[in-house]
């Protein structure tokens, strides 16, 4: 699906507010592409929530400075910890109902339109449902991101509440949502109930897994995060799906006899593939993890250690099959794997100054009662 169009949907009187999470952040992206859709699907308060460190690279780079910052929209990073903030959430929230979206997508040119990105799209009336727990469990996270003296991003939040009661409601808090179709739902996030590649294990619980499909930019060097998994899932086979003329993939990690590479090089060979989905294939499902977290130990954690990211991810059951036929895998991992020996150097990457950007944050301006 094309993100930014399915923004601008309505449903009922349309949606008053609108919250925006990221790592990166481009502000001409979101104020020319996300803000235009936010508000044809009825929003005026919006409040963009993205990493400090790069909301300060995004001032001082040399890119279009915000134009409407501060009136159109409001902008707040959570402090910075060990970790990023790095998770790609939307929520929408009306009288009516909400929408949250959850994605692999930065606010940027790239990832709005040019990388190939992975989404899923939750939407939501007023009355109980388990569409309507997952959209008000995203709202509680991202709720959750500014304390009680956040100014105007607060303010923001507070306001939406007040003219969105049912995301205060009583409800089912439960993390698994049942769907009428028959398949299952979960958000996971980061800070919140353990590490991300922990729970998604414990989803599949006692099933035999007899593929695990890993499709990530970025990994550890050692592959840290695919052997956790592994040590718990026990696959009887692990493909890697790679873009392998452009790859930031670890050569000299080990690869044991059960796991393969699979070249997806000539899907979208113009495209940066920055989607990051995890599928475990048993006998009568797709168990699939998607959204911002690479598969590396710092966003889905290894064992009791449950990472250093922020990120938010939506676990999806699915009968066998329908994934990969969804994602368009099928047809790639029917190939032959790719020989570990003849894959090209990584292509090389400025590394982001994160230190450099947390030392030179210049804070922040904040208006209350006509006073600056």
Known sequence: MKLPERLARRKGRGFHSAFVTSFAVEFAAF????????????????LLIADARMATMALSDGSALPEML?????????????????PKIIVQVGRDGGRCIVSSANVTGAGLGGNVEVAVEVECGIEPSAEREIVRSAWRYVNALVPSDGGAAREALNWARERARWLDEPGDDGELQLLGDGTAMALFVRPGGGGIGARFAAMIGGEAVERFVVVSPYWDGDLAAVAALERVLAPERTSLILDVDRHEFPASAAMPPHREIIDISEWRPSRFTHAKILIAVTAENDHVLSGSANCTVAALGEGTFTGTNAEA??????PRGAATDALDLDRWLASESF???????????TAIPLNEMHVGGAGSFETEGGRL
């Not at 104020?31 to 919006?46: C, K, M, R, T």
């Not at 159109?72 to 060990?82: K, N, Q, R, T």
């Open 313 to 318: 991810c939506i676990y999806r059951r699915l």
């Open 70 to 86: 501060g009136r159109e929209y409001v902008l707040f990073s959570p402090p910075a910890a060990d970790g990023i903030f790095h």
């Open 339 to 349: 020989p570990i020996g003849d894959l090209p150097p990584p292509v090389e990457t």
């Open 31 to 46: 104020e020319e592409v996300i803000l235009p859709q936010l508000s044809a699907g009825g929003a005026s308060n919006v």
